[in-house]
């Protein structure tokens, strides 16, 4: 699916909210987020969880915000300018994730959960207490959710060796969370096709595209899993249709990789304004 370039008029744009964790780098969190929002013609709004100290290298710490701050940013925010869709990422701590659901059950938008539970470089973001309340507070409360495989084993308790385990687990978050749709992105698999299941549809494979970026000579980019999420958070907040909306969050990944710089000395960010590029 090609993705769309935003059309140059003077509508309103949509609202959609990022909560998640600063990366200083902006290669991924709520500052790629808000990259990604923009680029595909969004107005993007931030509540953070968490500071962390890291950089294309990798995460060095983590400093989670107290909850009673996002509490009263999500609640000053929302009177003001309220969400068209939200994305839910890193969130750090069990009182955090209380915090998103609350706030989730009294805002019935379209919601995106990227399950971000370690760093590619390793590091926990999410302590065990929040693990727990993102399986029995968070998901049962979210419309949508994008886990890679290692997320969707640990979310639905069977292993993933390959993709002919993908359909079963998809399928087990299901069955735990009725009107949950789910799509597992295949980044890590052989062929790199992500798998889509949504209530009262067969699931589906989504024909992928290995992409060799030129950051730091190949060794790859970070953040694929941010913008895959939010991208599809700003295609549900303008009404495309639930399917047409994971093909063009996928078409836009495709699209931010081949242009991705080669930025920092690891696994450095992607071209998210690729889509506006030509526009005057």
Not at 18 to 32: E, H, L, N, V
Not at 79 to 100: R, Y
Not at 101 to 113: H, I, Q
Not at 147 to 171: K, M, Q, T, W
Request: proline residues 6%; aromatic residues 6%; glycine residues 12%.
């Amino acid at each position: 699916m090609v993705v769309q370039k935003p059309s140059k008029t003077r509508d309103e744009p949509v609202v959609v909210f990022t909560i998640a964790g600063f990366d200083p780098s902006s290669g991924a969190g709520a500052t790629a987020d808000l990259k990604t929002i923009s680029a595909l013609g969004g107005y993007g709004v931030a509540c953070l969880t968490a500071l962390t100290v890291q950089s294309s290298l990798g995460v060095f710490r983590v400093h989670s915000i107290d909850a009673g701050l996002v509490t009263e940013t999500l609640a000053r925010l929302a009177e003001d300018t309220p969400p068209a869709a939200i994305k839910v990422g890193m969130l750090g701590t069990a009182e955090v994730v209380k915090t998103v659901a609350d706030f989730l059950e009294r805002w019935r938008v379209p919601s995106v959960l990227d399950p971000v539970f370690r760093s590619s470089s390793g590091a926990d973001l999410l302590d065990s207490d929040g693990f727990l309340l993102v399986k029995e507070r968070l998901l049962p409360v979210v419309a949508w959710t994008t886990p890679n495989l290692a997320e969707a084993a640990l979310l639905s308790g069977r292993a993933i060796r390959d993709a002919g385990d993908v359909p079963a687990a998809a399928g087990e978050l299901q069955r735990r969370y009725p009107g949950l749709s789910v799509v597992v992105t295949g980044g890590h698999l052989e062929k790199p096709d992500d798998y889509l299941l949504m209530p009262g549809s067969p699931g589906v494979w989504l024909e992928g595209e290995r992409v060799q970026t030129a950051s730091n000579y190949g060794a790859g980019s970070h953040g694929t899993g941010c913008a895959f999420s939010t991208a599809l958070a700003v295609s549900l907040a303008k009404g495309i249709q639930a399917g047409a909306a994971v093909r063009a969050a996928k078409a836009y990944v495709t699209g931010a990789l081949k242009g991705a710089p080669a930025i920092g000395k690891g696994r450095g960010p992607l071209a998210h304004f690729w889509t506006l590029e030509g526009l005057e």
